[in-house]
């Protein structure tokens, strides 16, 4: 399983549960992802937050493989979420 | 804001499937959880609780769900429910028995989770559990079904039962109730799929999640206490503020 995999993955997701129309509004990024230790950022547009969250929310299987990707926390800037998570990983 | 999930289904027999449910919910970042022990219906005692609180650092609350096939049935089954120090449900598909219920102020909440309960509720249920101060379930858990035309099809009866319960101003929780781990999401996930895909406003969501379920727990502890009548009706003894 690799990045592209997990964009995939939403993309899809997006498509089956919201269609073209929310599809298009969207600006999806996948800025970051650590599979070790199992974050990774997603930029988006601030109005369809909602959609992303619940398109990741709604995938349950990843090549094949049982996967659960959950939010942890939403940001109005890449900075301060990058913030956020390195001390995050520092708490462990 | 804290948010609930109201609904995780556990057998008592495994102790070790209790201890990976609980880690999982832990690991999901899941703070609140009421716990619902299937076939359990008598008293969970502290030692119980103690058993289970020491597997993880969850605040746990509890409650227990009677699935009464005719109305005698629900009598009895809320005879043995009395004990319970908990949430007391009641879940059936018999419209007769969801008004009794409804009407029953020993009953928390009336839930309608499966697919062909929720179809059967009415607006009378809906009106008696709110005149009885008591609250309506949902559940999300037959949302993860691989099988696209049941998925969609359970969204439909969620969507139009959710709509009904706004239009009418009912008392409502949504609960998770998923039965595999993997399946398991965190309560904030499930107030954005309640809102994008039910149609909810966003704060009707959370606060199916998170207000609506402190007022439920404060019911079921207000109900335990003898000096309660109804809200806003208390026996005090002289002296006391």
Redesign the interface.
């Known amino acids: 399983m690799n990045q592209r995999d997990v964009l995939n993955s939403l993309w899809a997701s997006i498509w089956k549960?919201?269609g073209l129309k929310e599809a298009s509004k969207v600006g999806l990024w996948l800025l970051d992802i650590n599979f070790v230790d199992g974050f990774g950022i997603v930029r988006c547009s601030h109005q369809t937050k909602?959609?992303v969250?619940?398109a990741?929310?709604?995938i349950?299987e990843i090549s094949g493989k049982?996967?659960?990707l959950?939010?942890?926390k939403t940001s109005g800037t890449i900075r301060s979420i990058k913030i956020i998570k390195e001390s995050m990983s520092f708490k462990g | 804001m804290s948010y609930f999930e109201s609904r995780l289904r556990l057998n008592l027999s495994n102790f070790d499937d209790i201890q990976q449910k609980l880690n999982f919910c832990k690991d999901?970042?899941i703070k609140n959880l009421i716990l619902e022990f299937e076939n359990v219906v008598k008293n969970i005692t502290p030692e119980l609780k103690e058993k289970i609180s020491k597997f993880s650092t969850i605040k746990l609350f509890y409650r227990t769900t009677i699935r009464p096939k005719n109305l005698d049935d629900l009598k009895k089954m809320l005879k043995q429910a009395n004990n319970f120090s908990g949430i007391t449900s009641v879940e059936s598909p018999d419209r007769k028995v969801q008004i009794q219920a409804a009407k029953d102020s020993r009953v928390d909440i009336v839930s309608f989770s499966d697919e062909y309960i929720i179809k059967t509720i009415t607006p009378g249920v809906i009106s008696l559990t709110k005149q009885n101060n008591s609250f309506i379930e949902f559940s999300l858990g037959p949302?993860?079904v691989?099988n696209k035309a049941i998925q969609s099809r359970f969204l439909r009866s969620l969507y139009r039962a959710l709509q009904l319960a706004m239009q009418l101003n009912a008392n409502y929780i949504i609960s998770g109730n998923f039965d595999d781990i993997?399946?398991?999401?965190?309560p904030?996930?499930?107030v954005?799929?309640s809102?994008?895909?039910l149609g909810m406003p966003?704060l009707n969501a959370k606060k199916a999640f998170s207000e609506n379920v402190i007022t439920l727990i404060n019911r079921a502890q207000m109900r335990r206490d003898n000096n309660f009548i109804e809200p806003g009706v208390k026996l005090i003894s002289r002296g006391d503020a």
């Open positions: 549960y919201f909602e959609i969250i619940s990741l929310t709604l349950t049982n996967i659960i959950s939010p942890i | 999901l970042g949302i993860m691989k993997f399946k398991l999401r965190h904030r996930a499930l954005s799929i809102n994008t895909l966003l």
